[in-house]
């Protein structure tokens, strides 16, 4: 599977981003049946921002950004969006799109939010938000 992450900028704090990944490969319904963002701040460790099930039912979001942030999956399934409202400047960070399978039967759960349950990596894409 390959992710291509695009849609980061410079945008003012209370401003509006939308983040877009594309998914390809030859067996995406298993190969990114979980899809999810990561992010990675200046001096700090990779933490994670929201994840999304094969069949939109399932979503999580890391307590910084629920309300705020919006993950979504095109009917396709091929793309991933990351819509980001009410953005703060402590949003400033590399933005970076990851892919996983899910094991047959293995329920959704917290495990959604470790980056080491992903094996597949999308370049990043900067954002930074002036206060």
């Known amino acids: 599977v390959q992710l291509q992450a695009s849609g980061g900028g410079l945008e003012q704090a209370g401003g509006s981003l939308r983040l877009s990944c594309v998914a390809s490969?030859?067996?995406?319904?298993?190969?990114?049946?979980?899809m999810g963002w990561f992010r990675q701040a200046p001096g700090r460790e990779r933490e994670f921002v929201a994840a999304?099930?094969?069949?939109?039912?399932?979503?999580n979001y890391a307590n910084s950004v629920k309300g705020r942030y919006t993950i979504s999956r095109d009917s396709s399934k091929k793309e991933v969006y990351l819509q980001m409202n009410s953005l703060k400047p402590e949003d400033t960070a590399i933005y970076s799109c990851?892919?996983?399978?899910?094991?047959?039967?293995?329920?959704?759960?917290?495990?959604?939010?470790?980056?080491?349950?992903?094996?597949?990596w999308g370049q990043g894409t900067l954002v930074t938000v002036s206060s």
């Open positions: 990851a892919a996983s399978p899910i094991a047959p039967g293995r329920p959704w759960g917290d495990y959604v939010k470790a980056d080491r349950e992903y094996r597949y």
């Open positions: 999304i099930g094969w069949f939109d039912v399932h979503t």
């Open positions: 490969g030859s067996n995406l319904i298993m190969d990114a049946a979980l």
